[in-house]
């Protein structure tokens, strides 16, 4: 049986008051629900960067999640721009930035993949990538950064 640490994420550097509204049982809707009780703002529109899907800024509260997307899509992307606005992150164009996106990625896969989920689609899908994102309802990025974590042992047998 395969086990990641979930509590080595998360620890520290996140703001007061800023607990994840959200969790990996909810559809894109009921996480925009979920956001009418928080301080944090999300906006839909076309975002013309191609290398970008969505982006938080911290002095507006407000996140941009690119409209073409599909609800999947939107929804991996919407909680990647949560764990920014829990920790407050102002951006990714230094080191920092990268530490804070890295976090960000690793955070957004141990909240939407649960480890028995994800054993549950590994024997169901026959290991198959593709019918465990989709079974899990996340992107293949999502299932591959909870997969690379499982690879780098950030996890626990027993």
């Known amino acids: 049986m395969i086990l990641i640490d979930h ?12 607990i994840m509204p959200v969790n ?10 979920a956001l009418d009780h928080t301080d944090v703002h999300v906006t839909e529109d076309v975002i013309r960067d191609e290398h970008l899907t969505g ?26 721009e949560l764990v920014h606005w829990k ?22 896969a141990l909240l939407l993949i649960s480890p028995d989920a994800y054993r549950r689609a590994e024997h169901e899908c026959d290991a198959d990538p593709y019918s465990m994102a989709c079974q ?11 997969q690379r974590m499982l690879h780098n042992g950030l996890c626990g047998c027993s």
Not at 7 to 17: C, Q, W
Not at 62 to 80: A, E, F, G, W
Not at 87 to 108: I, P, V
């Open 7 to 18: 509590k080595a994420y998360g620890r520290g550097g996140t703001l007061p008051g800023r």
């Open 24 to 33: 990996g049982r909810m559809s894109y809707d009921q996480m925009l629900q």
């Open 55 to 80: 982006v938080y800024d911290e002095d507006l509260k407000t996140i941009l999640i690119d409209s073409r997307m599909t609800n999947v899509q939107k929804r991996c992307t919407l909680v990647h």
């Open 87 to 108: 920790h407050g992150d102002q951006g990714c164009s230094s080191w920092l930035g990268q530490h804070e996106e890295n976090r960000a990625q690793q955070e957004t």
């Open 136 to 146: 899990l309802d996340v992107t293949m990025f999502v299932l591959n950064t909870y």
